[in-house]
């Protein structure tokens, strides 16, 4: 075996130790995820179905927390909230296992209810009512005590909730008024904790409700109506609409497929391929379909911005309707035109380096793509 063979080789298998360690431990995941009962497809803030797998942990009455287990290319982080497809419940990314590091396993908490601020959509954690001390009061002959119930609060930090939630903001939860007593957007990264006391409800202030999701009797098909080219995203049919014998139908667009049909037929998942530009429809039996509009990106060459000495990538371009020419000025790279929109690049350099990857249109305009070589 040549020596550039055995870089090649464990390059493939993660590089260094840890490196490879973590490919098999992530290789070990995916096997569980295809075979696992507790796996489950969710869908996280991006719009993007990916499956994952949720274990038990702790249930109380005042909470539900479990662990989930999900490639790191899902894009969740601490404070986010995905939805779990086959129930439609809402959880929150809360305490991510900092030591793991082939994929993102964390803590997860049920989030049972949503908050509007300024138009968009929050869902949020809520451990409450808990009954404090209680005092008691006496004046004029009359007996009175001071208002006891506090709660806490998990709501994702962004710039817009930190802006709002600040001490005393009142809000209004199932028809009661509490007041926020204190914030916290320390001690959990990218989460904003929130004690919150009760308060008097005689107030003609117009206030934000936190509620229950309710479901929208005119939904048929669960999911987003905007997707991006290149991903797989999931769709239900509403349990209503259930039939056994109906079946899932894609049209309109010979570049978008069904790729799986889960859970006896009540989804699927729809993939989106490279250069997919017309609207298509997705459809369930004789229902109506639900229109889907694909967010077109500017033309742009695709393909990997990290390589390495002496490998072959191919690069390529979502303008299928373009003739392109691939060049570069560097000596480092020996680049072989293909098609109209792809390419071949061969690394000849046994150092690290950069180089630029060019696609000249036929109306002359330039695409540039910045490339990095590293170093064994």
């Known amino acids: 075996m040549s020596a550039e063979t055995l870089i090649a080789r464990l390059q493939h298998d993660g590089g260094n130790a840890l490196g490879r360690i973590n490919k098999q431990k992530l290789r070990s995941l995916q096997a569980a995820l295809k075979n696992d009962y507790n796996s489950r497809l969710i869908k996280t803030p991006k719009k993007a179905a990916w499956p994952a797998l949720i274990n038990a942990k702790d249930i109380k009455s005042d909470y539900d927390k479990k662990y989930i287990s999900v490639e790191f290319d899902a894009g969740l982080e601490s404070g986010d909230v995905f939805e779990i497809l086959d129930d439609h419940t809402h959880w929150m990314i809360y305490l991510p296992v900092l030591t793991e590091t082939a994929y993102l396993r964390s803590e997860i908490v049920r989030c049972r209810y949503s908050i509007e601020i300024e138009d968009e959509k929050y869902w949020v954690y809520f451990q409450g009512p808990t009954e404090t001390d209680l005092r008691w009061y006496i004046k004029q002959g009359i007996n009175f005590n001071e208002l006891n119930l506090s709660g806490t609060i998990y709501i994702k930090n962004t710039p817009k909730t930190k802006e709002f939630f600040k001490r005393f903001t009142h809000i209004k939860l199932d028809g009661h008024m509490w007041e ?14 929130l004690e919150i006391q009760e308060y008097y409800d005689n107030t ?24 991006k080219q290149n991903t797989i995203i999931g769709y239900e049919i509403e349990p209503r609409y259930y039939d056994p014998k109906a079946e899932w139908k894609v049209s309109g667009n010979n570049r978008v497929k069904i790729d799986r049909i889960i859970d006896n037929g009540r989804m699927c998942e729809v993939r989106i391929y490279d250069g997919a530009i017309r609207n298509f429809f997705v459809q369930y039996g004789d ?16 393909g990997p911005q990290l390589v390495y000495p002496y490998d072959t990538h191919e690069y390529w371009t979502a303008c299928k309707d373009d003739i392109l020419v691939f060049s570069s000025d560097s000596d480092l790279v020996k680049v072989t035109q293909l098609t109209d929109n792809s390419c071949k690049v061969k690394i000849k350099s046994s150092k690290k380096g950069e180089f630029i990857l060019r696609a000249t249109a036929e109306d002359d305009t330039v695409y540039e793509l910045l490339v990095t070589i590293g170093s064994f």
């Open 287 to 302: 229902n109506e379909p639900l229109e889907v509009m694909i967010d077109i990106e500017e033309p742009y060459i695709k």
């Open 204 to 227: 003609p202030a117009e206030l934000p409700s936190i509620h229950k999701d309710e479901e929208d009797p005119h939904i048929c098909i669960i999911g987003t109506d905007i997707v």
């Open 180 to 193: 926020v007593q204190v914030t916290d957007s320390i001690t959990v990264p990218g989460i904003i904790e």
